[in-house]
């Protein structure tokens, strides 16, 4: 008999201190399924071939949690795989994934879950309530090296219920709307994922928690099962990862939604650690895809031979997906920057809309609000994003006592500091973006220094709370993220309060943000904290990019209309993956090449969902 330590207040029986099993759901239940949603996937979809593509660099482990697994590949691994239930990427409605039904209960913390006894992992073992159970023992557990997730899983979810082998009810550790449980529950990043407790076996488990006590090294590199569409089928170190699908009778492709979705056979990942090496890789016809998200890319080297003979087609696709927190995060723990007038004067010294202008060829738009943009309700409808101005910025700088210009032109104080920070990025191609903000900034005799830091080594950078200006984009949910940016706990090394700030006002209504039931009362502490926010002058809002801009040889295939409102990435297999690779049309391609025959070339743009 299987012992689990979720104890929960629903409908259980208990047989000893550690032991629980479920006794009736309660009566009334009211299930939901939404199996009539339109459908965005095309029944012209063909199943097979590969999808070659490329990493930047080789994942340091092939773990989903835990040290480093933050990696390139987690979304085949975690973030892209089923969860319970998914937005409906058009109406936004939920729809089922790993669950058939969902139910709420009366206390507004519980959602009940039916299963689908379809549910297959990827080694053909089935999908029970148990792994739901064995999933909150994972994710408590020491042993994974994650604070993050033994946070939320400790203090978010109260705790999971098994009532039969395919019904479960998930308790939230506070009270929330029905659609905001949803959310919680199934968020993409953190949602429940049930773990396939036939794969861990430990062989020494002190804790008695199911989880080798040396988790982290005994899995860096094991592949485990999956209920997604894909698994990871080869691995060349330092050379290639290559996922392979389930096949045709994947379990999914019983549930509408998933029909005609996620249809090539094969993802080769090549690890080709420069970006213009990979170009030229495609353009040859080794990679099938290629993102053109970067205005240079899009405007002007996306017009060589393949692209004017017909050969690689160009698509630009508009979406409406949330934009996270960003821009130019101000660390309030480095000298000066403590100071809100140095911060009013940087905000001002900035200019964001240039660099869209001038730099990005108008292609961007700027972001309302340091905490991200999209969240309906929750967003202050007064959000403006402060222009530029180079007087006002010197107006703030003097009253900081930076009213002197030195022979440079940049301030200095009556102790002859310079008034000089540094930007911290992480990604060559911005270089040019963050020299165009240092030489406005010297407008208001400010100087910003150039700290490239390459790669994930840049985040790290921040997160160990070195930077003094950061440049950086983090992703968002529907429901705005305050405790993890805002609040005095985190105001430490490791975490993503990135710019140090530290207010008991901002902890008190982030707590209350937190606990707050009632919609309309959750949604003005938002604005509350919003408007801190902008008058502390933490983040200068920066840029956001509401589309997806690829290339793509001819050969692959898509729906019309090709995006839907949260397409983040058009041909990739963890998105909504409605593309598919047209075999006889490769191999006319092909021919066509050895013969020299071109065709017209082409550029899609589907503003369907432009806002």
Known sequence: ?????????????????????????????????????????????????????????????????????????????????????????????????????????????????KLDPKARWSDGEKVTADDY???????????????????????????????????????????????????????PSNGLQPRPEHFFKPKKDANNDGIDDDFVRRYNFKSEPTTG?????????????????????????????????????????????????????FEKGNLDTFGLVLPSLWHEKANSKPYQNGYIHKFWGYNQVVQGAGGLWINTAQPLLDERNIRAGVTYATDFDGMIANVLRGDYARKPHGMGFGHGGYDRSD??????????AAEYFSQAGFDKIGADGIRVNSEGQRLSFAITYGFQPHTPRIAYLKEQAK??????????????????????????????????????????????VNAKPQTNNHTNFRSATMDRLIDSYDREFDLKKKQA??????????????????????????????????????????TEVMFSVVDLA??????????????????????????????????
């Open 1 to 113: 008999m299987k012992k689990h330590f979720n104890c929960s207040a629903i409908a259980i029986m208990v047989l000893s201190c550690n032991t629980v099993f479920a006794a009736a759901l309660p009566s009334g239940v009211q299930w939901h399924s939404n199996m009539d949603e339109p459908l965005f996937a095309s029944p012209e979809a063909q199943f097979g071939g590969t999808l070659r593509t490329y990493l930047a660099s080789f994942p340091q482990t092939l773990r989903s949690v835990g040290p480093d697994s933050n990696s390139g590949l987690r979304h085949y691994f975690m973030d892209g795989v089923p969860k319970l239930a998914a937005r409906h990427p058009n109406t936004g409605n939920w729809i089922p994934q790993l669950a058939t039904a969902w139910a709420f209960g009366d206390d507004n913390q519980t959602v009940y879950f």
């Open 133 to 187: 159970l064995f999933m909150l023992s994972y994710y408590r557990s020491k042993d994974i090296v994650s604070p993050w997730y033994n946070d939320f899983f400790t203090n978010k979810i109260e705790s999971v219920v098994k009532f039969d082998d395919y019904t479960i009810a998930v308790r939230s550790a506070i009270k929330m709307t029905d659609d905001e449980l949803m959310l919680q529950i199934n968020l």
């Open 229 to 281: 569409p894909y698994y990871m089928d080869k691995v060349k170190k330092g050379k290639s990862v290559t996922f392979r699908h389930v096949g045709k009778d994947w379990w999914g492709y019983s549930n509408r939604y998933y029909r005609h979705r996620y249809n090539v056979e094969k993802v080769r990942f090549t690890v080709i650690r420069d970006n213009d090496i990979a170009r030229k890789h």
């Open 383 to 392: 959000n403006t994003p402060p222009a530029f101005n180079p007087q006002l």
């Open 443 to 488: 407008q208001a005799g400010l100087e910003f220094t150039l700290n490239l830091v390459d790669g994930s080594s840049a985040f790290k950078y921040v997160l160990e709370k070195k930077h003094d200006l950061a440049f950086i984009n983090m992703s968002g949910g529907e429901i705005p993220a305050y405790w993890e940016y805002l609040h005095s």
């Open 525 to 566: 502490i938002s604005h509350q904290i919003q408007k801190i926010v902008s008058d502390e002058y933490l983040i200068v809002p920066g840029y956001m990019v509401p589309y997806t801009r690829e290339g793509y040889w001819r050969w692959i295939k898509y729906p019309t209309p090709a995006m839907t409102k949260h």
């Open 578 to 611: 409605t593309f598919w690779i047209d075999q006889q049309e490769k191999e006319a391609t092909l021919a066509a090449m050895k013969k020299g025959k071109t065709f017209a070339p082409v550029t899609v743009i589907d503003d369907t969902y432009k806002l």
